[in-house]
């Protein structure tokens, strides 16, 4: 029984996987990497294949996760600052001091920002 010699390194058919998960068709990922459709078509066909493609797919939605709590985090820390500031210009408004005009002007943007921010993070 004569073993199987592979023409492309595992790497190849890892980045074919990785375009094929992404939804690119077998035409365009035979351009970009300049492999022949039918190897690729013999590839989508393979067990092989498959699981690279189904382990690509959970590595993009592990990937997309950790930037979604990335950004998460970032912006309930910016919200509490923006909070913060807020309240602190309202004690200074509720004591009857005066603000300085670009206090008061980085007091809408934040105001503002904090807005955004609270309807991103569906607050």
């Given amino acids: 029984m004569s073993e199987c010699v592979r023409s492309h390194p595992y790497s190849v058919r890892r980045k074919a996987c990785r375009l094929y998960a992404e939804r690119y068709p077998l035409t365009e990922v035979s351009k970009i990497l300049k492999i022949p459709v039918t190897t690729l078509y013999n590839?989508?066909?393979d067990n092989d294949f498959k699981s690279l493609r189904d382990e690509v797919e959970l590595d993009l939605?592990?990937?997309?996760?950790?930037?979604?709590?990335?950004v998460v985090t970032a912006l309930n820390r910016?919200?509490?600052?923006?909070?913060k500031l807020a309240a602190r210009i309202e004690e200074h408004l509720d004591k009857g001091e005066l603000?300085?005009?670009?206090?008061?002007?980085?007091?809408?943007?934040?105001?503002?920002?904090?807005?955004?921010?609270?309807?991103l993070l569906g607050k």
Avoid at 78 to 83: A, F, G, K
Avoid at 104 to 116: C, D, G, I, M, P
């Fill in 43 to 45: 590839w989508s066909r």
């Fill in 78 to 83: 910016t919200l509490r600052v923006y909070e």
């Fill in 99 to 119: 603000i300085p005009e670009e206090l008061a002007a980085l007091a809408l943007a934040f105001e503002r920002n904090s807005n955004v921010l609270l309807r």
């Fill in 61 to 70: 939605r592990g990937d997309l996760q950790s930037m979604r709590n990335t």
